[in-house]
C-alpha cells in the first residue's frame, strides 16, 4: 500500500495537469505540472504499477521443490519510480525526480532479466523490450529531450508492457507459433522505430505506426478476448475492455502511419490519447480486478457497474478525437476530456466500493469444489477465481 500511494499520487496530479493543459480550471496550481504531465502519468503512475506487480512476483522467496532465493532489491523499482512521481510534484528540483525515474526505470529491466533468468521466455523478453524503452525515455527527458520528440518510447513502454501480458495469456488455449514471432517482431519494430525517430522522424515514426498496427492485428487474431467477450460477468467485462483497447491501438497506429510525425496540435493530441487513455486506461480498468488482488492482499470482486466508467471513457474519448481533434470542434475536446477524467475517477471510485463492499452474493451453477475460474491472472499473479 505504501508503495501504491504515490502512483495514485501521480495519477491526481496527471489529471489535474490535464486540465491546466485543456484551459480549464484545476484544483491545484503548480506551474511545471503541464511540463511534467507525460512522464509524471506513464512512468509514475503506469510504471510505479507495473514494477510493484513484477516486484511482488519476484521479491519474495518462492516455494517449490526449489525454492528461489529472495530478491529484496525489487521493491527499489516501484519505490523509485513513486518516489520520482513525488519530487516531480514536489518544490524539489526536476533533475531529482528525473534521475529516480532513470534508475526505477533501470532496476525494471533488471526485474525483467531476473524473471527472463527464471523462465525463457518470448512473453517477458517483449516485456523485457517495453522496460527498456522506458529507461531510453527516462534517460532523453533528463537530457532535455522534448516530451513530444520521445512519446514513441513512452508509448513502446506502455504498450509492450501490455502485449507481453497478452501473449503470456493466450497460451491459455494453443496457438500457432506464427503469433507469437508476430508479436515478438512487432514489439522489436517497434523499439527500432521509436530510436529512428530521433535521427529521421518521417521514416521513424511511420516504423512505429506500422508496428502497433501490426500488433493489434495478431493480437485480434489471437488474444482470447475473442473467445471470453461472449461469457459472463468478469470475463467478458476483461473482454470487452480489451477489444476497446485494441481498436483505439489501431488508431494511434493509422495516425502516425499516415499522417507522420507530429510533436503538437490536434493529431498529436489524438495520438497521444488514443494510447494513453484508449488502449492503457482501458486496460488498467480491464486487469484491475486481476492485477491489484495480486498486489493486495484484499480481493477486488468484479461489478456490473464497472461498465459505466468503462463505457464513459470511450464515449467522451470519441467526443474528444473523433470529433473535437478529427473536425477541430475546441468545446468537443475540452467536454470529452473532462468525461476522460470523470471516467478515470469514477471507475476508481467503483473499485474502492467494491473493495470495501466484499465480493457480491451469487447464485447458479457451481462445480464440485463450488468455485467457478473466472479468469487468468496476469504474469507473475494467480488465477484468479469467483464464488458461484
Known amino acids: 500500500m505504501a508503495l ?24 491545484v496550481q503548480l506551474a511545471r505540472l503541464p511540463e511534467v504531465h507525460g ?31 529472495a530478491r529484496p532489491w525489487a521493491w527499489a523499482a516501484p519505490g523509485l519510480l513513486g518516489l520520482g512521481a513525488l519530487l516531480l510534484v514536489s518544490p524539489a528540483p ?10 526505477g526505470s533501470g532496476v525494471l529491466v533488471a526485474l525483467y532479466g531476473a524473471a527472463w533468468r527464471r523462465r525463457p521466455d518470448a512473453a517477458i523478453a517483449v516485456q523485457g523490450l517495453g522496460a527498456l524503452a522506458a529507461v531510453g525515455a527516462a534517460v532523453l527527458w ?18 509492450l508492457t501490455v502485449v507481453g501480458e497478452r501473449l503470456e495469456l493466450m497460451r491459455i488455449v494453443p496457438v500457432p507459433a506464427t503469433a507469437e514471432h508476430g508479436l515478438v517482431a512487432g514489439a522489436l519494430a517497434l523499439v527500432a522505430g521509436a530510436a529512428l525517430a530521433l535521427l529521421w522522424p518521417g521514416p521513424g515514426t511511420a516504423v512505429v505506426g506500422a508496428a502497433l498496427v ?17 461469457g459472463t460477468g468478469l470475463p467478458r467485462f476483461m473482454a470487452v475492455a480489451m477489444l476497446a483497447a485494441f481498436a483505439w491501438l489501431a488508431v494511434a497506429g493509422a495516425t502516425w502511419l499516415v499522417g507522420g510525425p507530429t510533436t503538437g496540435g490536434v493529431r ?12 492503457v486506461m482501458s486496460m488498467v480498468m480491464a486487469h484491475a480486478p486481476v492485477i491489484l488482488p495480486a498486489v493486495l492482499p484484499r480481493p477486488l470482486p468484479y461489478r456490473a457497474a464497472m461498465y459505466v466508467p468503462l463505457a464513459l471513457l ?5 467526443l474528444r478525437v473523433l470529433v473535437g481533434d478529427a473536425r477541430g470542434v475546441g468545446w468537443a475536446v475540452q467536454v470529452g476530456g473532462v468525461g476522460n477524467i470523470v471516467a478515470v475517477l469514477a471507475f476508481v471510485g467503483v473499485a474502492v466500493t467494491s473493495v470495501l463492499r466484499g465480493a457480491p452474493r451469487r447464485t447458479g451453477r457451481t462445480t464440485r469444489q463450488g468455485r467457478v475460474p473466472e479468469a487468468a491472472s496476469p504474469a507473475g499473479a494467480e488465477p484468479v477465481e469467483v464464488t458461484a
Open 4 to 27: 501504491l500511494l504515490p502512483a495514485g499520487t501521480a495519477l491526481l496530479a496527471g489529471l489535474d495537469a490535464a486540465l491546466t493543459l485543456l484551459g480549464l480550471p484545476a484544483p
Open 39 to 69: 512522464p509524471l502519468m506513464v512512468l509514475g503512475f503506469v510504471g510505479t504499477l507495473v514494477a510493484l506487480e513484477r516486484a511482488v512476483a519476484l521479491a519474495r522467496a518462492q516455494g517449490g521443490t526449489q525454492p528461489e532465493r
Open 94 to 103: 526536476v533533475r531529482a525526480g528525473q534521475a529516480c525515474q532513470v534508475v
Open 142 to 159: 533528463s537530457g532535455g529531450v522534448p516530451v513530444p520528440d520521445l512519446s514513441p518510447w513512452l508509448v513502446a513502454f506502455l504498450v
Open 214 to 230: 501490426g500488433l493489434v492485428v495478431v493480437l485480434l487474431r489471437y488474444d482470447v478476448a475473442r473467445r471470453t467477450v461472449r
Open 268 to 279: 498529436y493530441d489524438a495520438v497521444l490519447h488514443a494510447v494513453f487513455l484508449g488502449f
Open 314 to 318: 470511450h464515449a467522451t474519448l470519441v
